[in-house]
């Protein structure tokens, strides 16, 4: 990566923790809800790759740069034939999260986040190291869908990669 790049990206992570402290401060104070894929139940599950396939939803509530709750949440959507992103993304809604945490987000689900005004970031590695690294502003976030539609359908009816 060219060093002007690097410097871009440094800046670009600056103003979302900018955003973040600001949106922090109008919204009733540090509190915020992340809502994170999850390959499996508490912040030691890593995050999962898939947003509506995903098994586990982990809803995490921030003070600050402190967890102060965990809520594991099962992904019901994620057996549907067909929808399991739109249906996900209201499970995930409905918690009040304020950002979304996910490997990679079809465009269904993105377009509910995106009315919603919930914004959305690529993570990986566990679910705390995920959160950390949001709290430090360290996540990158995305503007548009990060996967087609279909993403993880049993069987790779819709192509995408399987999990």
Excluded: W
Aim: charged share 25%; proline share 4%.
């Amino acid at each position: 990566m060219s060093e002007e790049i690097k410097n871009i990206n440094d800046e670009i992570r600056k103003l979302e923790k900018l955003k973040m402290d600001i949106l922090s401060q109008t919204k009733g104070g540090n509190k915020m809800k992340i809502g994170i894929s999850a390959t499996g139940k508490g912040i030691d599950s890593h995050v999962d790759a898939r947003f509506g396939r995903c098994p586990n939803f982990v809803i995490v509530e921030l003070d600050g740069k402190e967890i102060k709750g965990v809520e594991d949440v099962e992904n019901t959507a994620n057996a549907q034939m067909g929808g399991a992103g739109i249906s996900a993304a209201q499970i995930v809604a409905d918690r009040g999260v304020k950002a979304v945490i996910t490997g990679n987000m079809g465009p269904r689900a993105f377009q509910v986040f995106s009315q919603l005004g919930i914004d959305v970031y690529q993570g990986e590695g566990t679910i705390k190291e995920a959160v950390e690294k949001f709290s430090n502003g360290e996540l990158q976030k995305v503007s548009g869908p990060t996967g087609p539609m279909g993403v993880g359908v049993p069987g790779g009816s819709r192509g995408g990669p399987q999990q």
